[in-house]
Structures are given as C-alpha cells and as structure tokens.
C-alpha cells in the first residue's frame, strides 16, 4: 500500500492536487494510477458520485478510493472530494467576477459584436453535443412517461427556472396540463405536495445543482411519481430520483453558460409530448 509522505501536505486546491498527481505518475501502484487517471478525466463525477458509483466507473475496489485519498495526505475520500467541489465552485464563479474574465479577455473595453460571437459559439457547441448525448430511446421513454401523465409538475430553480417557466407556456398552449413548482416561500412541499402516481414531474438541474430541485425530486420519486430530469452527468443528485434522464452538457463563453440545447430539448418534449398524446 502506498502511503502519504509525511513531510508533504494534502494539496489543498486542484491544480494542487493534479500537480502532485502528476509528479507521482510513475511511482503510484497500478491501481492508484488507474483511479488517478478516471478522477482528472472526469472531476464532475468525482465531485458528486458516491465510493460505490465511482469505484464501479473507474474500475477498481471501493476501498482503493480511500486508499488512494490517504496516499495523497488526505483523512480520507470525502475530505478529497471536497477538493473536486472546490474545482466546481472556481469553475462556475460569480457574475463580477465572470464580468473580469470577459475584460481580461478583450481588454478594458467588451464589444457588442465580440460578445454576440462568443455567446453564439457556445450556443451552436451546446446543441452539437445535445445531438451526441441524448439518446433517442430515452427521448422517446421521456416522451412516453409524459404524455400518461395526468398534470405535469415542473422543477427548475435558479439559472434554469427560464425553461421549467417556458415549458409551462409550452405545455398549456397544447393543451396538456401542467403546475410550475416556483418555491415562492419556500412552499416547493406543498406545492409538489397535490402529486400523485398518475402525474409526473420534469425535474432540471445543472452543475452546481440546486438543493430545492434534488430534494423534491427525491420527495417526488419516494412517491412513486415517475420523474423526468434533464441534467448534465450521470453524478447528478437528480439521475438516482430519475425514471428516465437525458443528459445536456451546456458550453460557456466567459463562464457564462448557454441555455440553447436545453430550451430546444424543452420544446422537443413539450411537442413531442403532444403528439404523443393525440395518438391516442
């Protein structure tokens, strides 16, 4: 077993932490190396995912994540993972400072026509790689699991509220009934509270992922209510809650992600749905 250098610290950020893993590269047990490998190449999952879910990703033996955790100085797997969080936290920072990155990018001054061309890239990257990671089959088992459903609760908070809020529009203009959980005072329970097997709720959430959307999803599946979720990584808190989940992974520009790939699979569903339903 390979264990932590005691004259060296646990890094404590990522760039830290993959600086050290790096170093170690040629020295770490087959294993250790391996799981190295799976967490620089897929941190998000890293970040959210249980011992179990990640062990069985990666390849190896739960108990290696701790194994591995601890060569690398740290009390165990959670007290890494946080590391992988922070990533997340630095990744996605507050809107000033996404406003700096801009600046830096294109000087003291942001012009207009820069601006419009970034955001459209990431807007036409998004909706390519929709294409690739919605699978057909689980389009069309989303489809299903709507169009049976009596009422349609909706489920988005924060940057992601504008499509639940557009598939309500959508939904009642073709006829298919449908509740916008808003959580305005906090009344998310109560209004998920009407619900029952019959209906079905349209859960989305993205990285870092709402704690009101994952809680009520889960309220929502201990119910036997079948769920929806569009989310970004089989990791997702939502995916467990999920009858069927299809997976949208949005570009940025400046740290400022698109919400293109997610509307038009919001409108896909919304038609897709009521076609569904005239079949009948």
């Given at each position: 077993m390979m264990?932590?250098?005691a004259a060296t610290e646990a890094p404590g950020d990522y760039e830290?932490?993959?600086?050290?893993?790096?170093?170690?590269?040629?020295?770490?047990?087959?294993r250790l190396k391996q799981l190295a490998a799976f967490a620089m190449d897929h941190p998000e999952e890293v970040a959210f995912g249980t011992v179990a879910g990640i062990a069985e990703r990666a390849g190896v033996q739960p108990s290696t994540l701790v194994r591995f955790a601890k060569s690398l100085g740290y009390d165990g797997f959670s007290h890494l993972q946080q590391i992988f969080r922070g990533r997340l936290r630095e990744r996605f920072p507050d809107y000033r400072e996404r406003?700096?990155?801009?600046?830096?990018?294109?000087?003291?001054?942001?012009?207009?026509?820069s601006l419009l061309e970034g955001f459209t890239s990431a807007a036409a990257i998004s909706l390519e790689?929709?294409?690739?990671?919605?699978?057909?089959?689980?389009?069309?088992?989303?489809?299903?699991?709507?169009?049976k459903a009596d009422t349609i609760y909706l489920l988005g908070a924060r940057r992601v509220f504008p499509i639940a809020a557009y598939c309500a529009y959508a939904f009642s203009k073709l006829g298919i009934r449908t509740i916008l959980i808003d959580h305005v005072g906090q009344l998310g329970p109560e209004q998920l509270g009407t619900a029952t097997e019959r209906d079905a709720v349209l859960a989305i959430s993205f990285t870092p992922y709402a704690p009101a959307t994952a809680d009520l999803t889960a309220a929502a599946a201990r119910g036997n209510i079948p769920v929806v979720a569009i989310t970004d990584s089989a990791f997702s808190p939502l995916v467990?809650?999920?009858d069927v989940w299809l997976e949208v992974a949005e570009a940025d520009f400046g740290a400022f992600r698109s919400l293109s790939a997610s509307f038009a699979l919001a409108?896909?569903?919304?038609?897709?749905?009521?076609?569904?339903r005239a079949e009948r």
């Open positions: 264990e932590a250098d830290g932490l993959r600086a050290l893993l790096v170093s170690r590269r040629e020295t770490m047990p087959k406003l700096k990155v801009l600046r830096d990018l294109e000087g003291d001054h942001v012009h207009a026509v790689k929709m294409r690739d990671s919605v699978r057909p089959e689980e389009l069309s088992r989303a489809i299903e699991t709507l169009a467990a809650s999920a409108m896909a569903l919304a038609v897709g749905t009521a076609e569904k």
